[in-house]
């Protein structure tokens, strides 16, 4: 009945290690199984001598154990894991050969080198068990179920040895079939760990499915289940009653096997016997991903939700997105711990870069599998597009708020300060003429309405001035190039500062609104460059480029600080310029050329006024 049971263990490992063959041939659980099956095979259908049979026994479920413990659940975890697998297989080989060549042990000293490094497999076997404990505690959703059903195995198995051993010793003597149950036992789990840490890797969702294949194994998987219930049976009867008739223990095995296999069955035709149909990690988190945001969250929310959903999907510590807001890439979203070790992942949308995904792992050394990023970069990349855009436009609409705010106090400052003060001292010499009238004081009232004269001029010159400042009078008269041209001229200053004005063929129409941006634009960066520059000259272009109207301004002088302090009021300067640029659906960039000095070059749109 041992044997029924040993087969149908070794049928359940070989049924699990197809199905990782067929699925997952590279991982590492599924090279050390398929180990482990060869070992079990060639011990089972092939006789072999006590030389081979002591060489496949380091290579079958009692030794392998350990190594299983160690790659499980995704490979070693980290560096000092790896050595230790490195360890492992160096020892098995090792002790592999040397079992064929010395049969008998060998010499002595050859002998204690076999046993000595073998018997460092069990506190490897403790070590990785204490491993694989902590990681279930910070593991989250499948993968801490996964891990779990491996420590229950391993429960399992350790009961044989430390808690089934002592109590059948202490009973051996009241029940002499104490020490036949040990041994039944002892064969029932020798495949318990093997097909658990099999299974728990198989129930991990992938695409990779071959429904014909996974029918075979999920048969020879139920047939194997069958044999062993069928001899577990067949022993716990013969345990029960020592003088029970063979015929008696044929009938209950064929029982058990026969309802081990109806289950089977049962099992098989309702689903995968070795994983239900589910879909892989990549199409969980997408569905995840769609799902969090048809629930219409706010814009802040969005990012953080991504993050939040491949830091799920890859089990990882932590997980941020970087987003590209300008030339420079802020961190909106966080998620979990991301202070480790950083992987990065670009986010591509449209050809352009908008942003990275920054993903931490655990400091374990457990590998990430990025292959199941990669169906989620592109949406995840769509979407942190939208954000950027949607950050991008609220900080020009706070820029613009404040260019207006500037604007507003700006104008109430030079109608208080200039007209406000120019009105009332028409009120006052008005009401004072009118009492010289009334006086008979002709010459007096002459005088007075003089005053007023040269005040109501002056309030009129204010009045022009913030006309002009509004839109420039020169840009409706003369148009964009000519008006260009004569605040250059004004900003010109011979043998110290030298402004050029150059126009290329074609230039497109641009609307109202686009002309006053490229007018304040351009005047901005000529007076910056003639206050700051420090050069003695400034070349104004204005071209036609792929639907746009470009406009550059470079000077000669020292270029940009490295680090440039920004302005108080934060609406007047390069802000502003990048501020009227936007609000057009336009843009700025600014920087220092590579011959020295500095550049402003603006794109706006070409549109019919």
Do not use: K
């Amino acid at each position: 009945m041992d044997l029924l049971v040993y087969v149908g263990g070794a049928l359940a490992i070989w049924a699990v290690t197809g199905a990782l063959l067929t699925r997952r041939p590279r991982h590492p659980v599924t090279l050390t199984l398929a180990v482990m099956s060869v070992a079990l095979g060639l011990a089972l259908l092939t006789p072999l001598d006590e030389t081979h049979g002591n060489a496949l026994w380091l290579l079958g479920p009692p030794v392998m154990l350990a190594v299983l413990l160690v790659v499980f659940p995704d490979g070693p975890r980290g560096r000092w894991w790896r050595r230790v697998l490195r360890y492992q297989v160096v020892v098995l080989l090792w002790s592999t050969v040397a079992a064929v060549l010395w049969p008998d042990g060998g010499p002595p000293l050859g002998a204690l080198a076999i046993g000595l490094p073998l018997a460092l497999f069990l506190p490897i076997g403790v070590a990785a068990v204490v491993s694989l404990v902590r990681l279930r505690r910070r593991s989250t959703g499948s993968r801490r179920v996964r891990i779990g059903l491996v420590l229950a195995a391993g429960a399992a198995v350790a009961s044989t040895y430390l808690l089934a051993g002592p109590v059948m010793l202490a009973v051996r003597g009241a029940w002499p079939q104490a020490s036949r149950l040990q041994d039944l036992y002892a064969v029932a789990t020798f495949a318990l760990l093997p097909v658990a840490v099999g299974l728990s890797v198989l129930v991990e969702p992938t695409a990779s499915r071959q429904a014909r294949w996974d029918r075979v194994w999920s048969v020879l998987l139920g047939a194997g289940g069958a044999l062993f219930t069928g001899g577990a049976v067949a022993g716990a009867v013969e345990v029960a009653d020592p003088d029970a008739p063979a015929a008696v223990l044929v009938c209950a095995a064929a029982l058990a096997v026969a309802v081990a296999a109806a289950a089977a069955g049962w099992v098989h035709r309702r689903g995968s016997a070795l994983r239900p149909p589910s879909p892989d990690r990549a199409t969980t988190g997408l569905r995840d991903l769609a799902a969090r945001l048809a629930a219409a969250p706010a814009p802040d929310e969005v990012l953080p939700l991504v993050a939040a959903t491949v830091g799920t999907t890859l089990e990882l510590q932590g997980a941020a997105v970087d987003v590209q807001v300008g030339p420079a890439r802020e961190r909106l979203a966080t998620w979990g711990r991301p202070d480790g070790r950083e992987l990065e992942r670009p986010l591509e949308h449209a050809g352009q870069v908008v942003g990275r995904l920054v993903l931490v792992p655990h400091p374990d050394g457990v590998p990430v599998d990025l292959s199941a990023l990669d169906e989620l970069l592109a949406p995840v990349a769509a979407v942190v597009a939208a954000a950027r855009l949607t950050t991008e436009l609220e900080r020009a609409h706070g820029r613009l708020v404040r260019i207006r705010d500037d604007e507003r106090a700006r104008l109430r400052a030079d109608l208080h300060d200039e007209l406000s003060p120019s009105l009332s001292g028409v009120r006052l010499a008005v009401a004072a003429a009118r009492e010289r009238l009334e006086a008979g004081d002709t010459d007096g009232a002459a005088a007075l309405l003089s005053r007023v004269e040269d005040e109501t001029s002056r309030a009129g010159g204010v009045v022009t001035g913030i006309l002009e400042d509004l839109r420039p009078d020169d840009l409706v008269r003369r148009g964009l190039l000519a008006a260009v041209r004569d605040r250059a001229a004004a900003l010109s200053r011979p043998g110290a500062f030298e402004v050029t004005v150059e126009a290329g063929p074609d230039l497109p129409a641009v609307t109202p609104e686009t002309e006053v941006a490229v007018y304040r634009t351009a005047t901005e960066a000529v007076a910056n460059a003639a206050r700051h520059s420090g050069g003695r000259h400034c070349r104004v272009r204005l071209t036609a480029g792929d639907g746009a109207l470009v406009l550059e301004v470079a000077d000669d002088g020292t270029g940009l600080p490295a680090t440039a302090p920004p302005r108080p009021g934060g609406g007047v300067g390069l802000p502003s310029m990048a501020a009227r640029a936007e609000a057009v659906g336009g843009r700025l960039r600014v920087g220092t050329r590579t011959d020295g000095g500095a550049e402003v070059q603006a794109h706006f749109p070409a549109g019919t006024p």
